[in-house]
């Protein structure tokens, strides 16, 4: 679907992340199933996105990552043990074992037997960008963690590791909300592995969140409790409907490879169903492309999630006017008589604003000797005649 000799873009956790957050998506779940490359196929359809990370930005997050992991990772060892474990004893003489294999399944499996060596050694193990599978609708997807460190309880936690400022202690909370939903879908592949482990290793359920301290470039951390942003990932994912069937219900010859015309790709894309709100903006690179779709349709979706949850079955703009109006609608239904008692209260509330203009338009005529105040009583007193001047 993706095209002949086209690699697969992998799928990553900040998209899983995206992905569990619209699970209605049917359109993001197979271009991200099938491997394809959302900006390339934005760019053809005449609808290219900004969305992802500057270089610069990428350079500065990648130089402090190798600040904080660097002489084996005692810097960040010492910050996983005063945050997450300070009863545990000092990590001097952490184990950093070797992860390299050949191909993500072989990495994989490197990094399931390095958790499992090291919850039976005891003792600190930093991994060091580890290699994790997670089942995703029937397709596999390979994550990366910045780093999992075993405790000496053999317990696993996960370590994220942002270039976003940490000021007085605290960071931005959009910033930290997204790096928690990304650290939970790391933490839900971390169960599977320890799932197949017995004893069966704890993951935690509190990471380590690694940033840059106030405007400086030394590291600060603290512990965010993920909890609830693992149990909504795992929620949304379990509701993904299956690649294959996503697949099966596409027209013949559905194909979204990049060097196709714009109308073909654009009658490819238009066959998968979309599910768009404001929130694509900041997690999708068909986004606008989507938009200026939902727009020509009259959606409501577009207008916000909790929008469209309070208008029911009103899924148009259209519908939402002509119930408010009177045309259509069961006077009955809670949401048709609230639209209609908006409605009046605003032509209310026009009327009394146009009243106001028209006197005011008067009172500065007479103000201005234009009209005779005598035979406009709407000018009202001298003093607003005084007041108008």
């Known amino acids: 679907?993706?095209?002949?000799?086209?690699?697969?873009?992998?799928?990553?956790?900040?998209?899983?992340?995206?992905?569990?957050?619209?699970?209605?998506?049917?359109?993001?779940?197979?271009?991200?199933?099938?491997g394809v490359d959302k900006a390339r196929l934005a760019s053809a359809?005449?609808?290219?996105?900004?969305?992802?990370?500057?270089?610069?930005?990428?350079t500065r997050g990648?130089?402090?990552?190798?600040?904080?992991?660097?002489?084996?990772?005692?810097e960040l060892l010492r910050l996983a043990h005063a945050r997450l474990d300070p009863g545990a004893a000092?990590?001097?003489?952490?184990?950093?074992?070797?992860?390299?294999?050949?191909?993500?399944?072989?990495r994989t499996a490197r990094t399931a037997l390095a958790l499992r060596e090291a919850a039976q050694a005891g003792g600190w193990t930093l991994l060091d960008h580890p290699m994790l599978a997670l089942d995703v609708a029937g397709s596999l997807a390979f994550l990366e963690p910045d780093a999992v460190v075993v405790h000496p309880d053999g317990s696993w936690s996960v370590v994220e590791i942002k270039s976003f400022p940490m000021l007085d202690g605290s960071a931005d909370p959009a910033k930290v909300g997204a790096a928690a939903r990304q650290a939970a879908v790391y933490v839900l592949a971390l169960e599977e592995v320890a799932a197949r482990l017995d004893p069966v290793p704890v993951v935690r359920h509190r990471i380590l969140l690694v940033c840059p301290k106030d405007f400086s470039n030394l590291p600060a951390a603290s512990a965010v409790d993920i909890r609830k942003q693992r149990a909504v990932t795992a929620r949304q994912l379990a509701r993904?409907?299956?690649?294959e069937e996503i697949a099966g219900s596409l027209p013949e010859g559905t194909c979204f490879a990049p060097d196709r015309?714009?109308?073909?790709?654009?009658?490819?894309?238009?066959?998968?169903?979309?599910?768009?709100?404001?929130?694509?903006?900041?997690?999708?690179?068909?986004?606008?492309?989507?938009?200026?779709?939902s727009r020509e349709e009259g959606a409501v979706t577009r207008l916000g999630r909790p929008l469209r949850a309070e208008l029911g079955g009103l899924t148009t703009v259209a519908d939402v006017l002509a119930a408010a109006h009177g045309e259509t609608g069961d006077p009955t239904d809670p949401t048709v008589t609230t639209l209609r008692r908006a409605a009046a209260l605003r032509a209310e509330a026009l009327r009394a604003v146009d009243g106001a203009a028209v006197r005011t338009e008067t009172l500065r005529a007479a103000a201005d000797g234009e009209v005779p105040e005598s035979t406009h009583p709407a000018a009202g007193t001298s003093a607003e005649v005084g007041l108008c001047r």
């Open 1 to 34: 679907m993706r095209g002949p000799d086209v690699p697969a873009r992998a799928l990553d956790a900040r998209a899983l992340a995206a992905l569990a957050a619209n699970p209605g998506c049917a359109r993001r779940a197979i271009l991200d199933g099938a």
């Open 45 to 58: 359809l005449g609808a290219p996105s900004a969305f992802g990370q500057s270089q610069f930005a990428l």
């Open 62 to 74: 990648n130089a402090f990552e190798a600040k904080v992991k660097a002489d084996g990772g005692a």
């Open 90 to 106: 000092p990590p001097e003489g952490a184990a950093v074992p070797d992860l390299t294999a050949h191909g993500p399944e072989g």
């Open 240 to 243: 993904l409907t299956r690649i």
């Open 261 to 293: 015309s714009a109308e073909e790709l654009t009658a490819s894309v238009e066959a998968v169903p979309a599910t768009y709100a404001p929130e694509c903006l900041s997690a999708c690179e068909l986004a606008f492309h989507c938009r200026e779709r």
